[in-house]
């Protein structure tokens, strides 16, 4: 049974940092593109990054290129989200995401088959 398991959410001041943690089991982690999502209240769930099976390609979301980082650890089955200079507008509830089939970072929310509980991520001004 795979388990993804989030953590390091918070409340955060606006240009201030936070870093997600998604720790993967029951799954092969290291053959598997990795990503994060994010929902805000009322509004449907988007992608925020990506990051490929060997680590070589990552995508960002157009609103957080710059900003943001994501990586991974195959050793210890975790991926990770660095987002410096918040907003506002970043708040939202993360969720870590795998898909059972693709190596390579797809974007499209119904490709996932496995998703953590996610964690809340507030922005204030």
């Known amino acids: 049974q795979v388990q993804l398991v989030e953590f390091g959410g918070g409340l955060v001041q606006a240009g201030g940092s936070l870093r997600l943690s998604c720790a993967a089991s029951?799954?092969?982690?290291?053959?598997?593109?990795m990503a994060w999502f994010r929902q805000a209240p009322g509004k449907e769930r988007l992608f925020v990054a990506g990051?490929?099976?060997?680590?070589?390609?990552?995508i960002y979301a157009d609103s957080v290129k710059g900003r943001f980082t994501i990586s991974r650890d195959n050793a210890k089955n975790t991926v990770y989200l660095q987002m410096n200079r918040l907003k506002p507008e970043d708040t939202a509830v993360y969720y870590c995401?795998?898909?059972?089939?693709?190596?390579?970072?797809?974007?499209?929310?119904?490709?996932?088959?496995?998703w953590g509980q996610g964690t809340q991520v507030t922005v204030s001004s």
């Open positions: 995401a795998a898909p059972s089939r693709f190596r390579e970072v797809v974007v499209t929310t119904t490709l996932y088959d496995n």
């Open positions: 029951g799954l092969s982690f290291g053959n598997y593109a």
């Open positions: 990051i490929n099976w060997r680590d070589t390609r990552t």
